[in-house]
């Protein structure tokens, strides 16, 4: 079974601060890991994924995430945030291939002036 | 590419009625597609996947025959919430992948269902 944990529901940055949004995953194989964000009523939209090969991965807006299996981490982060990246975040593991995906619970990034 | 969609986007119904929500996908066959609900400020929880021309696979604890899912086409997939309650109540989201892997499932936009 996978499960994903996200540290911190909240997290709050001024506008060009660096983001850190947390993920800390659990998978009895090799897992696919993903970073979607939901704007308010709004469906998820793919920022970035691992599956396999290179560790560091970088996806849209900015965002880089890298997985680290050592610490069973994919924590998220861009260098300075922007008031737009206000929204849900949230991580999400599959086990390797299959198709089936499990969501941590989110995480809100507010961005301050 | 790989878009999704779903409709109606928003739909306000009296308790007792059934709703049917619609996910197509729109540029794309999808091999399978997946339905999600999301309550307020919570994550999503998967409550069925759905395989063209099969019956549909549900979660532990969903109720089969209150979500009924009917995916009839490569491009189409059906929910049915019957006899809708105040606490169905939710966002629902549906998912449409385009091979056998996480790595290409593309969401909609989702359905907000208030039950009065």
């Known amino acids: 079974a996978q499960s994903v944990t996200q540290l911190g529901s909240h997290v709050s940055v001024s506008e060009g601060a660096l983001v850190l949004l947390r993920c800390n995953y659990s998978s009895s194989v090799p897992p696919y890991l993903f970073w979607y964000v939901q704007y308010p009523n709004q469906g998820l939209q793919l920022l970035l994924k691992y599956t396999t090969g290179a560790t560091l991965v970088k996806g849209i807006n900015g965002f880089e995430a890298e997985f680290k299996k050592s610490e069973t981490s994919f924590h998220l982060t861009k260098p300075s945030a922007h008031m737009s990246d206000a929204a849900e975040y949230f991580c999400?593991?599959?086990?390797?291939?299959?198709?089936?995906?499990?969501f941590g619970t989110g995480t809100r990034l507010q961005v301050t002036l | 590419g790989a878009v999704v969609s779903q409709h109606p986007s928003r739909v306000i119904c009296k308790s007792g009625t059934s709703v049917k929500i619609e996910c197509r996908s729109l540029d794309f066959q999808a091999t399978t597609m997946f339905w999600y609900r999301q309550f307020p400020k919570q994550s999503l929880m998967l409550m069925a996947t759905?395989?063209?021309?099969?019956?549909?696979?549900?979660e532990q604890g969903v109720e089969k025959d209150k979500f009924l899912i009917n995916h009839a086409s490569l491009t189409l997939s059906t929910l049915t919430v019957t006899s809708a309650h105040p606490e169905d109540s939710s966002f629902y989201i549906c998912?449409?992948?385009?091979?056998?892997?996480?790595?290409?499932?593309?969401f909609g936009p989702g359905t907000r269902l208030t039950v009065l």
């Open positions: 999400a593991v599959s086990a390797g291939t299959a198709s089936k995906l499990t």
């Open positions: 998912s449409a992948s385009v091979g056998s892997s996480a790595d290409t499932q593309y």
């Open positions: 759905s395989n063209e021309g099969s019956k549909a696979t549900y």
